[in-house]
């Protein structure tokens, strides 16, 4: 390709990484940061998940997409430590993580986003990112009881806290309340909050959920430049124009399974993809023949994130009580 000349060097690295992986669920990975095993979650008698194997490469970005109730987000919350499973082992970084409570989870470099509770948002943006600094990594409750040290660690928070905040150019709003922001910009701060811990993997939940078009390329150029950084993103979304500009890979679930992964142009032309999309439309409700297109990653949708957002941000603003940015 003409265009290999400009390729960044994390996304040179993250396709030759990929480059060799077989297209298939649970492929194995030149150097996976997150292997997964047999995890299982049930819910009475519904199975929100059960996924065989999984592996994530380390440095690259990896999309986790499916139709609505595939069990992405309660796979999320599995392995962030937020819910627990009925079976299942994973290591990340080598090391057992499962059953592990979310705040070690953060402590070993393992951070997801959340989107700003009525709390947070009563808080400064500054505020915000302060807290998001508490739990770092090496940071004991010893070493807090000792002035000198603490107040030394609140200094370098501080400092964390204000150098992101420029970076993702929110330092102008640093005394704001967070509730203040608009859609893209808490998204920003939930991405730069999340970063206070010095992670090695980024789990980011639908971060174009309620975000103006007009801040999409930002947002996007954060994300892109997390994997320059040589962090790991694994990111649920909805919005397949985002999937297919920024991931390297694609992972598909449907039905609490792993049915599909590979590159994105690949994944999304994948008859088993698109039928899955399609049967979650099968549920006896009428639905327009524009929206299914919209949301199936494969059909000819009129090829518009604004289509494709619109769930999400409905759902964005729903439960961040927050505004959108339209
Ligand atoms: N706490 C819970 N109690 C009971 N059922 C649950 C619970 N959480 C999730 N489920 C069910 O588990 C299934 C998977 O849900 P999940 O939210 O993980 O899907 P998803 O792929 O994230 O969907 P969406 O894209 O709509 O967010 C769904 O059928 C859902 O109703």
């Known amino acids: 390709m003409a265009d290999d000349v400009t390729v960044p060097p994390g996304v040179a690295k993250a396709r030759a990484a990929l480059k060799d ?3 298939e669920p ?3 990975k030149q150097d996976p940061i997150l292997v997964a095993d047999s995890v299982v979650r049930r819910f009475g008698g519904l199975t929100a998940v059960s996924v065989d194997h999984i592996e994530i490469q380390r440095g690259a970005i990896t999309a986790l997409i499916g139709p609505n109730g595939a069990g992405k987000t309660t796979f999320f919350n599995l392995l962030t430590g937020f819910d627990r499973p009925d079976e299942g082992d994973w290591k990340f970084n080598g090391k057992p993580l499962a059953g592990v409570a979310a705040h070690k ?5 393992m951070v997801r986003t ?3 509770t009525k709390a947070l948002s009563r808080l400064t943006v500054i505020d915000n990112m302060r807290l998001g600094g508490t739990g770092q990594k090496g940071e004991s409750f010893w070493k807090a009881l000792i002035p000198g040290i603490w107040k030394k660690q609140e200094q370098e928070i501080t400092e964390r806290a204000d150098e992101l905040l420029a970076r993702f150019k929110l330092d102008a709003k640093r ?3 967070a509730g203040s922001l608009s859609g893209g910009q808490r998204k920003l701060l939930e991405m730069a909050r999340a970063l206070m811990v010095q992670p090695d993997m980024v789990m980011l939940d639908e ?5 103006n078009p007009a801040l999409t390329q930002s947002l996007l150029g954060h994300v892109k430049s997390l994997r320059e950084d040589g962090m790991t993103v694994l990111f649920v979304e909805h919005d397949m124009d985002m999937v297919r500009d920024i991931s390297d890979w694609v992972i598909v679930m449907g039905q609490g399974k792993v049915i599909a992964e590979g590159t994105p142009d690949t994944v999304m032309a994948d008859p088993r993809v698109i039928d899955a999309y399609l049967g979650s439309h099968h549920d006896g409700t009428e639905h327009d023949a524009a929206e299914v297109a919209a949301e199936v990653p494969g059909a000819d949708a009129p090829s518009s ?3 494709d957002a619109a769930p999400s941000s409905a759902e964005g603003a729903k439960s961040e009580g927050g505004k959108t940015d339209e």
């Open 114 to 116: 959340f989107q700003l």
């Open 175 to 177: 005394e704001d309340f």
């Open 105 to 109: 989870v953060a402590k070993q470099g």
């Open 26 to 28: 649970g492929a194995p």
């Open 305 to 307: 994130s604004s289509v």
């Open 207 to 211: 971060p174009m959920a309620g975000v």
């Open 21 to 23: 992986v077989p297209h």
